[in-house]
Nanobody, 116 residues
Framework: EVQLVQSGGGLVQPGGSLRLSCAAS????????MSWVRQAPGKEREGVSC????????KYADSVKGRFTISRDNAKKMVYLQMNSLKPEDTAVYYC?????????WGQGTQVTVSS
């Protein structure tokens, strides 16, 4: 059974930090591009960051560059999103995504709320 199980998230004050984790199982993790996608209330899903299968290529949305860091551990089948200097506009449900060609798997989503 394919699973992407997310953890982390929660409520944090502006300027704070959070780390999201995503544990994969049931598919060849090291072959898949991994991404973090978020969806704020009333808005469309937005790609936040992605990392290639071997970690050699990383991309970030302009809105999070310099603040967020994506990483992966293929041995542990984990992907992470370190979020620093959080802003209220980062409030959203964050999803972990695994992609290979036309195959997509999604995590269950985790709420991140940035508020004082």
């Amino acid at each position: 059974e394919v699973q992407l199980v997310q953890s982390g998230g929660g409520l944090v004050q502006p300027g704070g930090s959070l780390r999201l984790s995503c544990a994969a199982s049931g598919f060849p993790f090291s072959s898949y591009t991994m991404s973090w996608v978020r969806q704020a209330p009333g808005k469309e899903r937005e790609g936040v960051s992605c990392i290639s299968s071997n970690g050699g290529s990383i991309k970030y949305a302009d809105s999070v560059k310099g603040r967020f860091t994506i990483s992966r551990d293929n041995a542990k089948k984990m992907v992470y999103l370190q979020m620093n200097s959080l802003k209220p506009e980062d409030t959203a449900v964050y999803y972990c995504n695994a992609r290979l060609n036309w195959v997509n798997y999604w995590g269950q989503g985790t709420q991140v709320t940035v508020s004082s």
